[in-house]
């Protein structure tokens, strides 16, 4: 525990406290299971998640009752429900995290020294994982399939909305991990009011990460106030950027589907970019493209031309329309004179996700490849490759912004720490 | 900026901020050069100060005399000075780190996807890397040449007792680079009071690492107050456990180098464990070799009849004593019942650092290096291995303690971060 723990309830504190070293007993167990042990362990626990389906639903339907009470919108409710063929689907998920390589015990280098001394870098988990995320329950049973497969122990903290669902989950893993003899405390949960997750943010030195999921102002909370590392699952301003050189072809499927396959993610492209020298043959079929799908369509003078040519509905985009993440269907669109505007635009406007440029030009490919900054840089792609299960990492418990330990799509080995083996025979510093 | 600068004076925060973004417009242009441009570079600086050797000694005397005035003790002017020699030494450091491998631009895994998609992890720079430090200037132009290669742009905080000493090496540095055709800004100093350095620990978005370097308090104050990621150099609490099978020969060289050789750096030892089973044949012999040394001892029951015994002067160990990193020749000796126990002396009181253990044994050699939590786990070898130079490296920029993103030495690879570059023909998601 830290100074920066003023203003927190000293019992807060203290259940974190309690929670955090269980977990770290746990943990210790745990980082020294074989991949057969933990994959087992896996099985067994969605063996008991879909044996228990009547309890997590009757549970579910209780978080589900109580929304409805409060007003909760029925998309809302969507992401809440748990009906048993979602339980089914949240247990097959474990079962696919057994069939995944074990990350812990990978030897990432090594080399033997001048004198003799044989060095290792191998993996290790990273020890307690905390996650604060709100909503969807089945984050709950992915947090803790891939925490044990990656050997660490997890702490969650869930949205009070799936509080009872979170709590049913919760028990039974717990109870099939101790059928399997492993320790319960393997997985825990948070309970209690907002002081408890500021003791958890700060709780460093007993809790080695923090992952955070959710909307735009749990994260910075999360960010700026932990002394706890986090890694920032962060803001997704994305940019598809359609240059002079492009194929308008490919470019309108592009520009199509990064924003309407899944407009309420991360990886949804915000903001369209056309080239001057391309802009009147392109905007007029993609602004009419994406109105037909619903897209609420925000333009900047260049392409509000073109709009009123295509008599789509649009209004005047603004720096604050560029400047935000929509999460719907809805899209910012600015004609740029060339590469550089392009690149100096999402160089202001961009939030480091994934930006997209659709060019055959090969310069213009690689300079954009280059001189933007960001988790993942596309050509001629959609935005909405940058996924873990697109990847090909079989798992995804996030998306990093941030630039220290992970950046992109964060599977098992982001939930791993490394260390130095060094074996000698006696060798000394002379 | 964040909330978090509440109490920050507004005019610092401002400092850092014009620092910090010529900083970050410096870095967009390092970030594309390839290694020969920024070898010759660090020829040229190092070219550039040894040519500014007069200048560089002026301005270090004036700080060796300031420090002389208020009482700096001889160790610290040691640590001060720069003499001709020592400027030639800086210099040459940072031609060898023109030497070394070019970490930007290094693929660090890749892939085809099912869809045809070609994806590569490739190292960039990390951007705008800040070191706060104190006193020794060599610290200036390593941190300023590994930045360098590693693409990076650099806010140096020294401490204030080598101010003139920085301000005229990062003068050298950044007219080498003007003339050379690269933007000074590259390299800059922050000057100014404490509010500087809480407005550079707050600025994120515009810094992207910190690295502190010092004292305990220096690093826990940044690393419990910045919103900017950090990477802890963190308490060398360091154990040599002499386990029942261990050869003791081997073990009294390995204690006493680990203590001895360089006795005020993070990777010495602090703490002397040794099996039960061998204290009688092993303690004295090692407590006279430690005490003909010079080392202070502070030895627990049974540690101390063998130093009675072998008529060392010593006195009893406290909790405190097994918790404290001495800097110094001074070490902690106990005497423990078996492997179970040292691990559990290890990890109540390590502090992440270095941990050897002496053993022929196969099995306990096995055990530790499986359950011991740190950045180095030694068998059979000296603490004092933990070290970038040693491990081939290089260089090294600090030794990290923490979990995330480096853990042990660090050189050039830790200074970069990732990004994905996803190429493709037109993919969209289904």
Redesign the interface.
């Known amino acids: 525990m ?3 723990t003023d203003g927190i309830d000293p019992a807060d504190v203290e259940r974190v406290r309690v929670l955090a070293e269980a977990a770290g007993t746990a943990s ?1 167990r745990l ?2 299971l074989s991949r057969a042990e933990k994959d087992a362990a896996l099985h067994a626990l969605a063996d008991a998640l879909v044996a228990a389906t009547d309890d997590i639903v009757t549970a579910n339907a209780r978080d589900l009752e109580r929304g409805r009470a409060q007003g909760m919108t029925e998309s809302l409710q969507d992401r809440l429900r748990l009906d048993p063929p979602r339980v089914a689907a949240v247990a097959q998920a474990l079962r696919d995290i057994a069939g995944l390589p074990d990350p812990v015990g990978e030897v990432v280098r090594g ?1 033997t ?1 001048a004198n003799g ?1 044989q ?1 290792r ?1 191998v993996r ?1 988990p ?2 307690v994982v905390g996650m604060i995320y709100e909503a969807r329950p089945n984050v709950t049973v992915d947090a803790a399939g891939l925490g044990l497969k990656s050997g660490n122990a997890v702490i969650l903290r869930g949205g009070s909305a799936a509080a009872d669902t979170n709590r049913a989950l919760v028990s039974v893993l717990r109870a099939a991990l101790e059928a399997q003899g492993l320790p319960p405390d393997a997985v825990s949960l948070l309970d209690g009011g907002h002081g408890v997750v500021r003791a958890l943010m700060t709780a ?1 030195g007993l809790v ?2 923090l992952i955070p999921r959710g909307g735009t102002e749990l994260i ?1 909370a999360v ?3 932990s ?1 706890v ?1 986090v ?1 920032e699952t962060g803001i997704g301003n994305c940019h598809v950027y359609v240059d002079a050189r492009a ?1 308008l ?2 470019a309108l ?2 520009a199509v ?2 924003k309407t ?2 407009p309420s993610v991360c990886n949804a492209a915000e903001s369209l970019l056309v080239h001057r020298a391309v802009a009147d043959a392109f905007l007029p079929k993609v602004l009419a493209a994406l109105s037909a799908e619903g897209v609420v369509l925000h333009t900047d003078a260049g392409a509000g031309a073109a709009a009123e040519l295509a008599g789509v509905p649009h209004d005047t985009a603004t720096a604050e329309h560029f400047a935000t993440e929509f999460h719907g269907l809805e899209m910012s669109v600015g004609v740029v004179d060339d590469l550089d505007a392009a690149l100096e635009h999402i160089r202001r406007y961009g939030s480091g996700h994934t930006e997209a440029i659709v060019t055959d030009d090969r310069a213009a ?1 690689r300079r954009f ?3 933007v ?10 935005t ?3 996924d873990g299960g ?3 990492f079989g798992a995804e418990i996030g998306i990093s912004t ?4 992970a ?2 799509p964060m599977a098992l080995p982001e939930l791993t ?13 002379v």
């Open positions: 830290t100074e920066r210790r980082a020294l080399s020294l001394l060095i870098q290790v990273m020890g460093r080695d990460l910075q960010v700026t106030g002394t590392p890694i194929d072809e490919t499927a592009i589907n990064s396959h899944r490919a490849t280059a001189e900054d960001a988790a993942a840089v596309m050509v001629n792609a959609s909405r490759f940058t697109e990847f090909g941030q630039k220290l330990h950046r992109g720490s490394t260390k130095w083996v060094v074996e000698g025979d006696g060798q000394v510093r």
